[in-house]
């Protein structure tokens, strides 16, 4: 079993930052890689961007450039910093980890809103 905890959300201005943080616990060295997803309100829910063992990271084209995700393996914590916010990154974010044979992992969500 892996517990995810998320924190960081709030309410920021549209060209503002956040930095969401998520913790991992348990059987965190079942963990392949570690991402992050986002619902916004009445729309299904994306993913945002993703992060292997080894380090390589992928983004969704719509915060490619704006948003990075990291880790910190001492840690056991997964970062996603988010500069130059848009009023649509408005939503709940999640963060996943991935384990082989399995479903994966979900936190409990941290809410970001972005004002205009």
């Known amino acids: 079993q892996v517990q995810l905890v998320e924190s960081g959300g709030g309410l920021v201005q549209a060209g503002g930052s956040l930095r969401l943080s998520c913790v991992a616990s348990?059987?965190?060295?079942?963990?392949?890689?570690m991402g992050w997803y986002r619902q916004a309100p009445g729309k299904q829910r994306e993913w945002v961007a993703s992060?292997?063992?080894?380090?390589?990271?992928n983004y969704a084209d719509s915060v490619k450039g704006r948003f990075t995700i990291s880790r910190d393996n001492a840690k056991n914590t997964t970062y996603l910093q988010m500069n130059s916010l848009k009023p649509e990154g408005t939503a709940v974010y999640y963060c996943?980890?991935?384990?082989?044979?399995?479903?994966?992992?979900w936190g409990q969500g941290t809410r970001v809103t972005v004002s205009s």
């Open positions: 996943v980890a991935g384990v082989a044979g399995r479903d994966a992992y």
């Open positions: 348990g059987s965190i060295f079942s963990i392949n890689g």
């Open positions: 992060i292997t063992r080894g380090g390589t990271t």
